[in-house]
């Protein structure tokens, strides 16, 4: 949560943070450097300037005096707050915005630097940031990702703490991006970064909407709001100093297309695999699908050619996020033929239908953690191996959307032959009580039963596991710990998997 100066600047001066701000009011002013900003008290060191903000669980505002007591020179804040004489107060309306400003003009604008790409929606979007960074390996070796699975810079990969960072690391991220003179970016934009006006001050070049459903309206409270915040993302797209900003859209969601409706203020590329109601097909059209146990395969029709192609990743679902990149890809200039070589060789993107070496049974493990990503998930093993026994494990996230937990249930008992429900992050709930409401999905069925340690519950399915038959373990894919209450402890599901299907067939 500290910032320092690397490149652009080694400091700032408050008269340009006020110049920046266009402040409500300010006191005692000085000219001095600020070396450094922080919205975490804790982290605050001589010379910096602290921005008071308002989280979910605690106000910066009450943190200015420890701020202080730290060596902060200049405070940004929403209220009157006491300060020493010595103390800059910078008062400003909305203090998240003033973080981002600030960030941005601390790191020299990185983004008018780079070629930016955001790919915001409920789902696919980090399997849609991977295979863009696929596709614009074209213009470059190593594209700047940033996303929920990690952030990478070059050839450095660091491990992510959120889909999408505060601004201040954000910025510090883009502008390493500069320093390492990369030339794209590709990051997964959440509901959450955009209402909290972490991207804020980014100029995009293109904008992918991948679909919307239910999800985090624990914090959004309807889903018209979380549509809201998702379409931040186009409604501000192409206000910047870029030309040539695009939109791109999935027609197939019936959200993407009242985006479409919109007077957006950028250009529009749709991509989809139905016709849209007029009976015209969108700008990017993969029809006659072909689902296999290996991809797929489809014709495609685009603005820059046409042909048959495929596809090496399972599922309907992944022929959607395939196209997403790919319209991305194209109206970035990558030639047609170069993109079609690019769809054979797309790579698997971590925690997403990832398939575990099984002797026995197929075994993958994903993401998927709303009902309709269950859904797709579970739906494309059935496409593809309709004869076969389906068990899936799965839970549900503790403190976030309550509502989704008993239709997620309700998608396992439709779509697999068995399902194991179990912890997933519980958090500071009770875990036997967010089993219990998943249950209710399953409305007296008996073909599932609850084993909350997470650990025994994929042990009792590869037990289960016939030579002929599908498990799926679903929920946090690449994630690499677990949350409870009071602790977070290591745990991936690959790593789990892999030891006890490789313990089991030491034991045959």
């Given amino acids: 949560m500290i910032i320092s100066r690397r490149h652009f600047y080694l400091s700032m001066k408050l008269d340009a943070i006020v110049k920046t701000l266009r402040p409500l009011e300010t006191l005692c002013l000085h000219d001095n450097n600020i070396t450094g900003l922080t919205y975490d008290s804790r982290m605050v060191e001589p010379g910096y300037a602290f921005i008071a903000v308002r989280g979910e669980h605690s106000d910066g505002h009450e943190f200015v005096a420890d701020a202080i007591m730290k060596g902060a020179t200049a405070i940004v804040c929403e209220d009157d707050v006491m300060v020493p004489r010595h103390v800059a107060t910078i008062k400003v309306a909305d203090s998240r915005v003033a973080l981002a400003q600030l960030a941005c003009a601390f790191h020299g604008s990185p983004s008018s630097y780079l070629k930016m790409v955001g790919v915001t929606g409920t789902n696919g979007k980090t399997t849609v940031s991977h295979l863009v960074r696929h596709f614009f390996q074209y213009f470059e070796p190593e594209p700047g990702l940033i996303g929920t699975v990690g952030y ?24 390493s991006m500069v320093e390492a003179e990369l030339q794209h970016a590709i990051m997964e934009v959440s509901s959450h970064a955009l209402v909290q006006e972490r991207v804020y001050g980014i100029d995009f070049d293109i904008g992918i909407f991948t679909n919307l459903t239910q999800d985090h309206l624990d914090y959004h409270g309807s889903l018209d709001h979380y549509f809201e915040a998702k379409a931040k993302l186009f409604t501000t797209l192409g206000t910047g100093d870029k030309e040539g900003t695009v939109a791109i859209l999935n027609s197939d969601d019936e959200h993407g297309r009242i985006l479409a409706d919109k007077a957006l203020p950028s250009a529009i590329l749709n991509f989809g695999t139905r016709r849209l109601p007029d ?55 990558v030639p047609f033929a170069e993109l079609v070589e690019r769809l054979r060789t797309i790579p698997e993107v971590p925690g997403r239908l990832e398939r575990i070496p099984s002797e026995r049974g197929l075994v ?65 709930e009770d875990p036997a009580i967010i089993a219990a409401e998943v249950a209710r999905g399953f409305k007296g069925s008996e073909h599932f039963e609850i084993v909350l340690d997470r650990e025994q519950a994929i042990a009792t399915a590869v037990d289960q596991l016939g030579d002929d ?40």
């Avoid at 290996?294 to 090496?312: D, K, N, R, Y």
């Avoid at 196209?323 to 109206?331: P, V």
């Avoid at 269950?374 to 959307?401: E, Y």
């Avoid at 498990?471 to 009071?486: N, R, V």
């Fill in 364 to 428: 993958f493990v994903d993401y998927a953690h709303t009902d309709d990503a269950l859904r797709s998930v579970l739906q494309t093993l059935r496409d593809v191996a309709a004869d076969k026994k389906i068990t899936v494990v799965f839970g549900c996230g503790g403190n976030r959307d309550t509502t989704k937990r008993a239709p997620m249930g309700q998608v396992a008992a439709r779509l697999a032959d068995y399902a194991i429900i179990t912890n997933d992050n519980p958090r500071r």
């Fill in 469 to 508: 038959e599908i498990l799926l373990i679903a929920g946090k894919g690449h994630e690499t710990y677990q949350e409870f209450s009071d602790t977070i402890v290591p745990f991936d599901d690959r790593r789990v998997a892999r030891d006890l299907l490789e313990r089991r067939e030491s034991s045959r």
């Fill in 279 to 333: 009976g015209s097909a969108p700008d990017v059209f993969a029809e006659r699908i072909e689902l296999s146990r290996t991809g797929s395969a489809f014709h495609i029709t685009t603005p820059w050619g046409a042909g048959e192609v495929q596809l090496p990743l399972l599922g309907r679902f992944n022929v959607s996020n395939a196209l997403a990149a790919l319209t991305a890809a194209g109206s970035a200039g």
């Fill in 152 to 175: 990478r810079i070059g050839e450095r990969n660091i491990p992510a703490t959120r889909t999408t960072p505060e601004a201040p690391e954000l910025q510090a991220m883009l502008e």
